[in-house]
């Protein structure tokens, strides 16, 4: 009986110690949330209307298993149920407004003079 609730607080003990290194390495490494400061859009996904224009946007983490969290902004709350119901067709056109921005940024602001 003893040897059984030594192992039982042995085995407590150890979870315990394990939660609490799990606590202190989240504190020091917190896990990295999703930034909206490259946002590719200007308006709405779902809605097309002007983020801003109705307010501040709405930032919506979109989350699916075994994928990173995206930020979706939307021009009201309205739009996340509209969202919600077709997700891969809204996300599409956020890809390619940031694969748009990305080529954007690549190319050269203005071009070359040539003699």
């Known amino acids: ?12 003990s150890s979870l315990a110690f394990a939660g609490l290194l799990r606590a202190a390495d989240s504190k020091t490494n917190p ?3 999703p930034t909206p400061d490259n946002y590719p859009l200007t308006v709405c996904v779902v809605s097309g209307d002007k983020l ?11 989350k699916q298993p075994g994928k990173p969290d995206r930020i979706v902004r939307f021009c009201c709350k309205d739009c996340i149920k509209d969202f919600e119901k077709e997700p891969a067709k809204y996300l599409q056109k956020l890809d390619e407004a940031a694969a748009a921005k990305t080529k954007d940024a690549g190319a050269p602001a203005s071009p070359a003079h040539q003699h």
């Open 1 to 12: 009986m003893k040897s059984n609730s030594r192992i039982a607080l042995l085995l407590a």
């Open 31 to 33: 896990p990295a949330a």
């Open 52 to 62: 801003g224009e109705m307010g501040r946007p709405v930032e919506y983490v979109y």
